[in-house]
Nanobody
């Protein structure tokens, strides 16, 4: 079974940083495009960032406008791990963050609270 386990969330003040991690198992991680999505209280799930499965020289990342320039998505295929570096956090970034495969499998999420 595919399993995605997120970690790294927490309570921070505006302007601070967090680094989220997502460890994958049960899949050939390197072959999958991966994404981070989030769900704020009372809102639908929204896409945050994505990264392709291509070799690092050709790998591409993309971001939602609301996080562009503040968040960085990356991956370490040797560790089957996806990352999201979040800088200059804002209160509106408060949400449960999930990593997701290109087939729609998501983890259990990690809570990020900016207050």
């Amino acid at each position: 079974d595919v399993q995605l386990v997120e970690s790294g969330g927490g309570l921070v003040q505006p302007g601070e940083s967090l680094r989220l991690s997502c460890v994958a198992s049960g899949i050939t991680f390197s072959r999958h495009d991966m994404s981070w999505v989030r769900q704020a209280p009372g809102k639908e799930v929204g896409w945050v960032a994505g990264i392709t499965s291509l070799p690092s020289l050709f790998r591409a990342a993309s971001y939602a406008d609301s996080v562009k320039g503040r968040f960085t998505i990356s991956r370490d295929n040797a560790k089957d791990t996806l990352y999201l570096q979040m800088n200059s956090l804002k209160t509106e970034d408060t949400a449960v963050y999930y990593c997701a495969t290109d087939s729609g499998v998501r983890g259990q999420g990690t809570q990020v609270t900016v207050s």
